[in-house]
């Protein structure tokens, strides 16, 4: 059993970056692809970034791609997102997940959930 633990959240002014980070204790994390999900407010939660076991592929939501950057560091067992000219839309809570499948977002089936971290993003 895996438990994942988000941490990097907090109030960000609009056009600033932060990296979040998720950091994976017992197995679930080593050959597993890993996702980050994000919920904003009154809307569902969705998946913004993936990357595969071996951290070499990655895949992104198409709104997002070029301003998030997913990477994970399997000798720490952690994984990041780092996230650029941050909007007021990017307001969320972000949930870091596991999963024992395919790591592109069309096909991403999360398995463990970490607590969540909130990002604001407000001037």
């Known amino acids: 059993q895996v438990q994942l633990v988000e941490s990097g959240g907090g109030l960000v002014q609009p056009g600033g970056s932060r990296r979040l980070a998720c950091a994976a204790s017992g197995s679930g994390f080593r050959g597993y692809a890993m996702g980050w999900y994000r919920q904003a407010p009154g809307k569902q939660r969705e998946l913004v970034a993936t990357?595969?076991?071996?951290?070499?592929?990655?895949d992104y939501v198409d709104s997002l791609r070029g301003r998030f950057t997913i990477s994970r560091d399997n000798a720490n067992n952690t994984v990041y997102l780092q996230m650029s000219n941050l909007k007021p839309e990017d307001t969320a809570v972000y949930y870091c997940?596991?999963?024992?499948?395919?790591?592109?977002?069309?096909?991403?089936?999360?398995?463990?959930w970490g607590q969540g971290t909130q990002v604001t993003v407000s001037s």
């Open positions: 997940t596991n999963s024992p499948y395919q790591y592109l977002i069309r096909t991403y089936v999360p398995q463990s």
């Open positions: 990357v595969s076991w071996s951290g070499r592929y990655t």
